[in-house]
Structures are given as structure tokens and as C-alpha cells.
């Protein structure tokens, strides 16, 4: 089945320090959405992209559409303490199976203070 | 808060018993996710509703399990003769419907512990 491989699996980081992460594929998605989720709780939504080439920010979150579709970047600038998660990445093919999100496997952050 | 709600937040159940879980999505949105997270993966989609109307199941998703939206509002996912494996954190989503791109947003899950 698709598969979202994400890199790096972990990372450990000073605050204040920038960070990229990124996920790819085998296969095409029209949408790509990215999540934090925090030990116990649901994902929460970061950023979404809908168009191949699309850069989109939220504060200090900034994510990339792959101009292939398949792939995505995040980038969290100036990182803090309370950044500290795990990323997730999700696809989504827009056709009859609009409503399913795959999921890669996540990036772990760890920020020393 | 408008988001969506998800009970219990934990249930530890003896193999064999059968869970019943309720999600209660955002109340404007009339799309309806389950997903499986289990630990070090990302979620799995298990099934949507659009409304009540169940669109997709996944393989993942075996005959002991069933799910419900009666009246296109609160679902349930049932797990029937629950095994160890059954064990993970059970996810619920909602969303808009809207054209080819659907921003899915997280209740804060229920953990189910099979012994």
C-alpha cells in the first residue's frame, strides 16, 4: 500500500535553532497536511498544502508541496522548548478517496533549553 | 470548546469483552474518521462516514469491528471479542466536505488497553 517515509526519525536540538524535517513518497497526493501530536493526545493540525510548489507559513512553521507531489518539508524556525513533539505528515489523493489520510511515522523533537 | 470529544479518554477491557467508543465531531463538519495509532506509528485510517453514510472501510477494519453515525452526528466504533492486539490508541476526525481537500482535525483519542 502508500507508504509516507519521514526523516529523520529523531531529532535533538538546541532552542533557538532552526529545523527541517521532510517526507516523501512513491505516489502522487494532491493534499498534504502536516500534525503535531503530544504524548496522550490527538494530532493537531500545523499546515495544510493544496497545490504542487505551494509554500505556506504559520508563525514560525513554514511547509513546502513538493513540485512532484511527492513530497513535503516543514521547517520550525527559532525553535523553543515548548516545540517539542512528534511531527507527523499526511497525504491525501483527492479523488474517491478524498476522506483517507495516510500517515507517515513521525519525527520526534526533542529542544534543550 | 467546539472541538471534537472523544469518551472514555481510556478503557482497559479483559480479552474477549466487547468496547463500544463515542466520538462527537466538530458540529459543522460532516465528515467522520476513524483511525488506529499504535505506539511509534502514525494513525491508520480504519473507516469515514459522510453523514451517516459509511464510504470506506479498511481492510484493517475485521468483522469484529463495527462503526455507526445514526443521524450523520456522534459515531461509535465497537470492537466485538477484543484481543491483545486490539490494543492502541483508537483516533477520531472530523472535517468540512469540501472539494478534493478535507482538513481533518484530532479528538484527543481513547486509549483501549486489552489484558
Known amino acids: 500500500g502508500q507508504q509516507l517515509n519521514q526523516s529523520p526519525q529523531s531529532m535533538f536540538i538546541q532552542e533557538g535553532e532552526d529545523v527541517s524535517m521532510n517526507c516523501t513518497s512513491s505516489s502522487i497526493f494532491n493534499t498534504w497536511l502536516w500534525y503535531k501530536q503530544d504524548p496522550g493526545e490527538g494530532p493537531v493540525l500545523l499546515i495544510a498544502?493544496?497545490?504542487?510548489?505551494e509554500l505556506t507559513s504559520n508563525g514560525r512553521l513554514t511547509a513546502q508541496f513538493g513540485i512532484t507531489r511527492k513530497d513535503s518539508f516543514l521547517n520550525i524556525s527559532a525553535s523553543i522548548p515548548s516545540d517539542v513533539g512528534i511531527y507527523f505528515c499526511a497525504g491525501q489523493q483527492g479523488n474517491t478517496n478524498a476522506g483517507k489520510s495516510t500517515f507517515g511515522d513521525g519525527t520526534t523533537l526533542t529542544v534543550k533549553p | 470548546d467546539t472541538g471534537v470529544s472523544q469518551n472514555p479518554r481510556h478503557k482497559i477491557t479483559k480479552r474477549g469483552q466487547n468496547v463500544t467508543f463515542r466520538c462527537d465531531p466538530i458540529s459543522e463538519h460532516n465528515r467522520l474518521y476513524w483511525y488506529r495509532q499504535t505506539l511509534g506509528q502514525g494513525p491508520e485510517f480504519l473507516t469515514y462516514?459522510?453523514?451517516?453514510?459509511?464510504?470506506?472501510k479498511s481492510r484493517l477494519l475485521s468483522d469484529r469491528f463495527s462503526a455507526e453515525r445514526p443521524k450523520g452526528s456522534f459515531s461509535t466504533l465497537e470492537i466485538q471479542r477484543t484481543e491483545q492486539g486490539d490494543s492502541a490508541m483508537y483516533l477520531c476526525?472530523?472535517?468540512?466536505?469540501?472539494?478534493?481537500?478535507?482538513?481533518?482535525?484530532f479528538g484527543p483519542g481513547t486509549r483501549l488497553t486489552v489484558t
Open positions: 462516514f459522510q453523514n451517516e453514510a459509511q464510504l470506506e
Open positions: 498544502l493544496y497545490k504542487a510548489g
Open positions: 476526525a472530523s472535517s468540512k466536505d469540501r472539494l478534493l481537500s478535507y482538513e481533518q482535525y
